[in-house]
């Protein structure tokens, strides 16, 4: 993994990944990431927001995306305008307002540590291989397993199951993508893990062959 701690791009600098570099390649115009890591081959669209986060292989996120306190597992897939655990309003006090939370900006004070460090422990964490639709927002403290398919402007309250298909304000399962059976096996199999030589050598396979068929001929 490779750690950014403050970084603001105000120029594009997308260009093709460099097998010789750990370093994330792609990242977008005008975008902010602070105190973050990156697996190889990972890439952040324009004018993102990244803060607190941790993205592992191959994982890219699209244009005017917002992310904190959040794990992203390898192979995921993230569109456009998604928003991944934003902050929570104190509903218990008096005031909804961060002018609590927040006091230095406002000249009330010093700002409050244990609120920030509460949100943070909030943490979202996204399975691998998993596609997030155009402007989905997944809510603090929500897992998403491997597989899972969360569909365009879903709003994400809860878990969610690997190989889910989750869709709706709530979002809502309406099916699985596998039978139970496959399911297991692609868990079992990992692919996600392989290395660089056997996803090359194997592509064709992703590319073809049937699940039932892959898990067979690769389940030792």
């Not at 920030?116 to 997944?138: C, N």
């Not at 079992?188 to 056997?198: E, G, K, N, V, Y």
Request: charged residues 20%; negative net charge.
């Amino acid at each position: 993994m490779h750690k950014i701690n403050n970084l603001l791009v105000d120029s594009d600098v997308r260009q093709k990944f460099n097998p010789m570099s750990s370093e994330p390649q792609a990242i977008g115009k005008d975008s902010s990431i602070k105190n973050s890591q990156f697996g190889y081959a990972c890439a952040i669209g324009n004018r993102c927001k990244i803060a607190n986060s941790c993205f592992d292989n191959y994982s890219y996120i699209d244009d005017d995306s917002d992310v904190i306190n959040t794990s992203i597992g390898k192979f995921c897939s993230i569109a456009a305008k998604v928003r991944l655990n934003p902050g929570n309003h104190p509903l218990e006090r008096v005031a909804l307002h961060h002018f609590t939370y927040r006091a230095s900006s406002y000249g009330f004070g010093e700002d409050e540590p244990e609120f920030f460090e509460r949100r943070a422990s909030q943490a979202v964490t996204i399975g691998h291989d998993v596609w997030l639709g155009h402007g989905v927002v997944v809510l603090a403290g929500v897992t998403i397993g491997n597989g899972a398919a969360i569909g365009a402007g879903t709003i994400v309250t809860k878990d969610v199951a690997p190989y889910s298909i989750v869709v709706g304000n709530p979002g809502r399962e309406i099916r699985k993508r596998f039978e139970p059976s496959i399911i297991n096996g692609l868990e079992h199999l990992a692919w996600w893990d392989w290395p660089a030589t056997l996803l090359s050598e194997r592509i064709n396979d992703f590319r073809q062959l049937e699940p039932e068929t892959f898990i067979e001929k690769y389940t030792s």
